[in-house]
């Protein structure tokens, strides 16, 4: 047979986004999405919010805002244990290891939904690279930087009703956020701001007992209502509410 002719090809540029840090090697299950996935699928607030639909994990986010306790659980840890589950950007720990509960929780507002690349998810505690705080779940956040100039801003409002016992309002806030970055020749940076300003609805009930007559300390001037609790003695609960502010 007859060779066909000799075709010059043209430059083949081949993109990729950056690989996972986590080791792969390893007999254990890891998920992943992508920064595409994130934008399309996901309604992220926050940098917490890319990890929403990975199985077997949760983080205990209480309404939007709720940065200081929101814990990130899986299934061999529970939300009172922060530190059975390990967080990194860029294979820097944002975990918070000075205690182990709700209010340890990982350093979220470190990374903008903006500059993720990647999040990838190791679960258990399957690889020596990591300390035995990797019982549950290990989290990397891959974060990317300006390959040109790119500008985005957000402004998301939101509000929802909460009706029980004496409490029946609407309860919302807002996000306003900026980011801006460049590339100028082997140098790139990237700016964001970010301010949320929430309020949520009442997560405790200030409560006490028919029979002791007095009211709750917590509250001021509640409106009181009789339940029943788990001790057959009635209760009477009063409302309360959290407001958070947050600017990074």
């Known amino acids: ?28 299950t890891i998920e992943g999405v992508t920064k595409e996935q ?31 306790h929101a ?13 059975r589950s390990m967080v990194y950007a860029d294979g820097i720990l944002l975990s918070n290891y000075l205690g182990n509960g709700a209010a340890y929780t990982p350093r979220w507002g470190l990374v903008t939904p903006e500059e993720i690349e990647r999040v990838d998810i190791l679960y258990g505690p399957f690889s020596a690279a990591y300390a035995g705080n990797s019982v549950g779940a290990i989290v990397d956040y891959v974060t990317r930087m300006p390959k040109q100039f790119e500008a985005h801003a957000k402004i998301t409002g939101y509000t929802q009703n909460f009706k029980l016992y004496g409490t029946d309002s609407n309860y919302g806030g807002t996000q306003a956020s900026a980011s801006l970055g460049n590339k100028n020749g082997d140098w790139s ?22 029979s002791a007559g007095t009211a709750p300390a917590a509250a001021s001037g509640p409106s009181l209502h009789a339940d029943v609790a788990s ?14 502010h947050r600017a990074p």
């Open 71 to 83: 814990v990130l659980s899986s299934r061999a840890s529970g939300t009172g244990n922060s530190a």
């Open 38 to 68: 994130i934008e399309q699928t996901i309604n992220a607030t926050d940098s917490e919010d890319a990890l929403k639909y990975f199985p077997s994990l949760l983080v205990r986010k209480r309404y939007i805002g709720d940065y200081n």
């Open 189 to 210: 940076w990237f700016v964001n701001v970010n301010r949320t300003s929430s309020s949520s609805q009442p997560l405790v009930f200030p409560t006490r007992l028919v």
């Open 1 to 28: 047979p007859v060779d066909a002719p000799a075709k010059t090809l043209g430059v083949v540029t081949i993109n990729s986004g950056q690989p996972t840090s986590l080791p792969t090697q390893i007999p254990t």
């Open 231 to 244: 001790t057959a003695l009635p209760p009477a609960p009063g409302s309360c509410r959290q407001t958070d």
